[in-house]
């Protein structure tokens, strides 16, 4: 039997486009309210059109999802209007394609509330963001406008997080926080962020991450002299930094250091701030300090005794130059000179020009 197709009819091979239904209604005809994609909205985002679909209005797009109109998470052609942070035109998170919707680039995120891309590393401007713990107060790295991190010192690049980490230490090895190679002692505590937090008498060094002695160098005594040009020892370096100073060597609160002795009960002679003189200049009391015998005086230092003028009967020393030839005055019973006419008197030395 032969069948034959009329015009009108169909086969059991139908042609399936007829098959298709037309789309779901995005909105109610006649309420263009129901184009908006938020309810709260008052202004109106679209029109809708006779079939149930909106035509959104200048300013606002199509959502995809749901058809409804929405305002743009980005503006077409200014891709930088997809970061979440304010960059320029060099530094851009995602592309914003024609429909307002961000396409974020590796290393960024979308943000499902604001629709903008995020870095996944860090926040530009908000260098703590580059902390491998939220707990750390110091600052381990910088986030750059592509939301990448730049470690400081003593931290490294974790590559998987992309958080910066604490390289300062060994976790459960203490000594790892001592400035000094294979130190014996330890100078801080190594906590699990791998930072070091310093014992007393010691103080962390801002670019190594470790701890170093805050008065002195262990092994090192001399770095106890108040002044490191002289070169008597005054105090011993102990292990905890710290200087241990003599009585005779008073210790100073604010540097650590021991000050150099003014002189020692007894021992008169260390008044004498002019060492080529072998008179007595001044008497050593109990507490180590020099009491200037009459005619002398406390030098700038305040520690030594120097002579007011002269030396009764030393005329000479009256001469404000010592290289002078003359005598321009006289010296006095109590060290004080006279000068001679045509001399000028000196009043801060207390000689004669």
Not at 130 to 143: D, H, K, P, R, T
Not at 227 to 255: F, K, L, W
Request: aromatic fraction near 4%.
């Amino acid at each position: 039997m032969l069948l034959v197709t009329l015009p009108g009819c169909f086969s059991d091979s139908h042609d399936t486009r007829l098959d298709s239904s037309p789309p779901e209604a995005a909105c109610t005809v006649g309420q263009d309210q129901t184009c908006n994609a938020s309810p709260e909205m008052s202004a109106l985002s679209g029109v809708c059109l006779a079939n149930g679909q909106c035509e959104c209005n200048a300013g606002f797009v199509i959502d995809e999802e749901t058809g409804k109109c929405r305002m743009p998470d980005c503006v077409y052609g200014q891709d930088q209007t997809c970061s979440a942070v304010l960059t320029d035109s060099n530094n851009v998170y995602g592309a914003c394609t024609t429909s307002g919707q961000c396409e974020c680039y590796s290393g960024f995120e979308r943000d499902e509330t604001t629709g903008k891309c995020a870095p996944t590393n860090c926040v530009f401007g908000q260098d703590q963001s580059c902390n491998a713990s939220a707990e750390l107060s110091v600052i381990s790295g910088v986030c750059q406008s592509n939301g990448q991190c730049v470690c400081g010192a003593g931290s490294i690049l974790n590559e998987e997080t992309g958080k910066c980490e604490s390289t300062a230490c060994e976790y459960g090895n203490d000594k790892t926080c001592s400035s000094t190679p294979n130190s014996p002692w330890a100078y801080g505590q190594c906590t699990t962020e791998r930072r070091c937090e310093c014992f007393l008498g010691f103080e962390l060094n801002e670019e190594t991450g470790k701890c170093e002695p805050a008065d002195c160098v262990v092994g090192q005594d001399q770095s106890c002299n108040a002044s490191g040009e002289i070169s008597a020892i005054y105090g011993v370096c102990q292990a905890n930094g710290q200087c241990d100073c003599p009585a005779n060597t008073p210790r100073n609160e604010e540097t650590g250091k021991c000050e150099p002795p003014e002189c020692h009960d007894g021992m008169d002679s260390l008044c004498n701030g002019d060492e080529s003189l072998s008179v007595l200049m001044g008497v050593c009391t109990a507490d180590n300090s020099c009491e200037c015998r009459e005619g002398f005086r406390k030098d700038e230092s305040l520690r030594k005794c120097v002579v007011i003028a002269c030396i009764y009967p030393d005329h000479s020393m009256c001469n404000a130059n010592p290289d002078e030839t003359g005598i321009k005055g006289q010296c006095q019973v109590n060290n004080s000179c006279v000068c001679f006419e045509g001399a000028t008197f000196n009043e801060q030395t207390g000689r004669c020009l």
